[in-house]
């Protein structure tokens, strides 16, 4: 689907779809989002709809940047404690390496 | 430009002498037990691993600690200028000493080591410290809280490194080769391509190479790998075969013997007064690669000198029994197994009796009675007999415990200095402030204050034998060796035997050691070089043993104690005290196996009784105050198939109202030696007897459940050892490629049922499945009172399932005691499965695999399964055991009564639920599970050939794209017609 072979209207309404779906934990999609979308956000000259576009577009960015904090952290914790062999990680562990800990 | 390429193609090869008729490619197998594995404890890991990356290197033989060190320091780079990899060093096992280890630990050029025979033969007397155990033996496991934790009584002086070399986390690996062939193989390898010729002091490529791979499964420490094996370690397991998670790691555990000369039975008078004395002794050592330990003087000589005590008792067992009858007190040969890892053996009967269910709990039945701590006096271990050139022998006595009771334990130490010295030795006195070294006692002495020790042995502060629990445990012996090394082994045991005679106040004008006896088991066991090259031990063994070349513990003599199926010494010791202790003269009319089988003091039938459960309940709950699990008196056995996660998990809690399988009455059967009349009605009797029990193992069904893959049998998957073909243990489908759980029951009158059941079933779906199939087939012999046989799997033994069996009225069988023989399913499993399996078949489907099974299962027939069930040897032994077995002297058979039991003990850590492995208590060692690859010889070579060759092949490539890009696209197209056409070309 191209984004220039749609309407103004339609375009802010995919925007917002897509960053309406993101909020459901789903963070690729707020990439997706933003991706798509930058260019058509930023790139070209201002009018009405591309504010709109621009702001979901910023939105889904910070999300995604919040979401990458999130995992980052969370998988340098896990790991760091996963190493120790404690029981909790390994609660949450679904494959046991085996020769290590 | 070809013919460039061409010519600078063959130069390259040339260069670089590759030809194909220069290939080595040699696979040598290594059987299970001479590589070196992974071993753990509560906290830490131990053994060898690799990284399980590249196990290749250039090989390296050195024979002098000065090549291996130099070699080491500059990674032999002087002798192989151009290569960059990993060594695999051959030296001797006698050059591996303290200064060595650590230069092995901290070299990162190595990437194993293989240890070979030593370079010199050592002989008993040899000083050199190689022991592989500690120089602080007891740090965990001692008895003396000083001791613990801080190595201050240095008694183990031959320990080569302070903390034992078995206690060292190697980052290599380790194979113990002793096949000659192989060795002159290697040998061959590398003086063609490793060895500088003449002239100069280096080689290059080829350079003659090996492979080989341990992967250990488990890491960490006991606690972590136990831990990832239960079933509830994650949310979520992922497991897409749905089997159970298998356990990495296994808790050592080994087959221990007791055995009764006379028994204390209940029901007597001298039911609550009777005391006890031990003679005990180990079974295992270790060494740096475990398996491989002779332990000739850590075991083989205090073994048969105990073995030869029990003899002495045994040929003049009528006196003794008088004796014994009248002053009740009692003595009781206890063979251990495990104790070099934290006393496992001894710290699992410590329980046991604690929990009051040693040998057997309390029945309504006639039995042994269950011993009490407090009953046991004093415990005689004899340790390291014959490892000094003199005859002293030393008493060691817990000092306190002494002062505190010092009359019992000074006529006892008095007679065995009469008996020593009526044997040519000298015993000395005790000495002040005297401590009890790493023995047995030491559990004991946790569970009562009162139990006295006695330690006899060649050695007073110090081990004079250096190479205690080693790999170099094994000796030369010339012939003045020999003889000294047997008067000694006769001095200890007629010490112990007049001590035993002392404490039952027997007369002992009539007990002598027999020298004859002690003689023959030395050259049998110390003598030899395997357990299957003497006369004695063969009659004794008469075939129901192989060597066998898979397992270096039944190839060689190995005394580690291993997971469950160890070496067979422990058949032999079974056999041997059944010999010694038991009597042939009350079943001089049994004159075969099934008649001599048939024989036991009561039935095997049980029902259940109320008031009596109430009764041993309240007893059992005395016993255990803590939150300790009663595990019974169950056999852990841990079979080949299933090292099954239920094993550890049988936690049941104690008995409640609706556990019919714990408690049983009896029909009083009077004992067929009671029977014994006048000749002309002992074969009336014997049919009597016979009619009452003979069909007893006809009555009985047997049950068990079994994993099929689709490719084979599970039976070797999960203990992984797998030892000539290439790494298999990954089927060349996914996962094993599906599978099935069968479980099958079946009785000596044929087969009883078959059913496909999910891997992971509860205790709903047992049930379920027993009144599909087991209770129509009840229903239908209801007359025939038959019993239902099942192993000890939570989930057979949980409490709704017994409460079933209860309101079912389903009798179950009671299996209290082990036997060196095959269980009768397992037989009937590998029939079965060669059936299904014949000719290497593969099922695509699981459903062409159950049709298969259940095709086979029908072509089971009575002819088959009776011998199964008529080869079920006694082993429900209330007082006595009934063994068929032939005279080691003569060959000729007989059966022999005697009270034995052989019981497999792990240690109480892995029974009691929620146990921190941290806690030193007990024994928390571990085996890890591993694979093993064969150990391939090749050529290596300069690895730049690859990169040549590839940047050859790059440029080739990147050459052709380029001529043949420049072409245009009618060059492609062959296609006359239209230009023909064209032209005016007729079609």
Known sequence: MHLDKLSDVERVNLCKRYFLI???????????????????????????????????????????????VVFLTWETVFQYYRAQGLVWTDYLTFVFPKGRI | MWPFLLSFLVFVSHTYGISTKDDVNIALSVIEGTAGYRILNGTNQFGAHGDGGSGDGVIVMVNTSEELVGGLSECWRSRFPDYNGKYWVFLPMDLLDGSVAEFLQNSSCIAGIVLTDPSRPHHVYDQSPFSHDSSCPNDVSSWYREERGSCRNKINRGAEIPQGLRNVEWKVLMVYMKDPKQLDLVKKCYGLFNVPEDGS?????????????????????????????????????????????????????????????????????????????????????????????????????????VLATAQAIGSSLENFEAAVNRSSRFVMFAVFNGESFDYIGSSATVERMRMGVFPLPQMNVTHIQPMNLSQIEVIIEPQQIGSTSGTDLFTHVDSDRYAKSKEPLDRILNAMRNGAFSAGSTVRPVKEGSK??????????????????????????????NRYNSMLDQNTWTLGERTKAISDISAAATAMLYAAADFTRTNVSNLKVDDKFVATLFDCMVMSEDWFSCNFLNTLNSQRV???????????????????????????????????????????????????????????????????????????????????????????????????VEKHQ?????????????????????????????????????????????????????????KFNLDGPDGYAHYWRDLRKDPMYFSKRNFGGGSLMVWAAFC?????????????????????????????????????????????ASVHASNSTLAWFAAKNVVLLDWPACSPDLNPVENLWS????????????????????????????????????????????????????????????????????????????SP??????????????????????????????????????????????????????????????????????VQAEEGEPL
């Open chain 2, 748 to 792: 000596g009158n044929g087969t009883v049922a078959l059913s496909f059941i999910g891997t992971r079933t509860n205790s709903q779906d047992y049930q379920q499945l027993l009144a599909q199939h087991l209770l129509p087939y009840l229903r239908r012999r209801r007359r025939a009172n038959m019993i239902y046989q099942q192993d000890n």
């Open chain 2, 201 to 305: 002091t280096s080689r290059s490529f080829p350079l003659c190479g090996m492979s080989f791979g341990l992967f250990n499964s488990a890491a960490g420490n006991s606690q972590i790998c136990f831990r990832r094996g239960l079933e509830n370690a994650r949310i979520y397991a992922f497991n897409i075969d749905a089997t159970a998670i298998p356990l990495m790691c296994n808790p050592l555990a080994g087959q221990n013997v007791f055995s009764w000369p006379v028994p204390a039975i209940t029901g007597s008078k001298t039911e609550q007064s009777s005391k006890y004395m031990i003679i005990a002794t180990r079974l295992d050592s270790f060494g740096l690669i475990p398996d491989v330990s002779a332990g000739e003087l850590s075991v083989l000589t205090s073994l048969i000198a």
């Open chain 1, 22 to 68: 993101g909020i459901f934990c789903l963070p690729f999609v707020w990439l997706t989002n933003f991706v798509w979308f930058f260019t058509e956000a930023f790139c070209k000259p201002l009018t009405v709809h591309r504010t709109q576009i621009r702001r979901y577009v910023i939105a889904s960015g910070i999300g995604s940047l919040f979401w990458l």
């Open chain 2, 650 to 706: 049988t936690l049941r809690s104690p008995p409640t109202k609706s556990d019919p399988k714990f408690l049983k009455t009896s029909r009083r059967t009077p004992s067929y030696e009671q029977f014994i009349g006048p000749q002309r009605h002992k074969n009336e009797r014997l049919q009597f007897a016979r009619s009452n029990m003979a069909t007893d193992w006809n009555k009985i069904i047997f049950s068990d459940e079994k």
């Open chain 2, 546 to 644: 192989n060597k066998s070349f898979e397992s270096y513990s039944y190839y060689s003599k190995s005394t580690f104690i291993s997971v469950s199926n160890g070496n067979p010494l422990r058949f032999f010791v079974y056999w041997i005290l059944v010999y010694a202790l038991g009597t042939n003269r009350h079943t001089t009319n049994v004159k075969n196996k099934k008649s001599c089988m048939d024989l036991s003091e009561h039935q095997a039938v049980r029902r259940v009784a109320q008031d009596e459960l109430l009764t041993v309940m309240q007893g059992i709950r005395k016993n255990t105050a803590q939150q300790y699990i009663l595990d019974g008196t169950g056999c852990y056995r841990f079979k080949l198939n299933e090292m099954s």
């Open chain 2, 831 to 906: 029939v079965l499965v060669r059936r299904v399996y014949a000719n290497a078949k593969q099922y695509t489907t699981v459903n062409d695999l159950k049709r298969a099974i259940r095709a086979e299962w029908d072509g089971l027939d009575k002819s088959l399964l009776q011998p199964l069930v008529g080869s079920m040897p006694n082993r429900i032994f209330e007082v006595y055991s009934y063994d068929w077995q032939p005279d080691p002297w003569t060959g000729k058979y007989s059966c022999y009564r005697s009270s034995i039991q052989l019981v497999q003990l792990q």
């Open chain 2, 909 to 978: 850590a892995f029974s009691i639920e929620g146990y921190d492995f941290s806690n030193t208590t007990y024994s928390t060692w571990t085996e890890s599970q591993y694979s093993i690859d064969t150990l391939n010889l090749f050529l290596i070579q300069d690895s730049s050939f690859d990169w040549i060759m590839l940047l050859i092949g790059i440029f080739i490539a990147l050459f052709s794209f380029f001529i043949v890009g420049r072409c245009h696209e009618s060059t492609f197209v062959i296609d006359e017609g239209e």
């Open chain 2, 436 to 465: 009890v070294p790493p023995a047995s006692w030491h559990s004991f002495a946790r569970g009562n204050g009162n139990i006295q020790s006695i330690v006899l042995s060649p050695f007073d502060d110090s081990y004079s034998y």
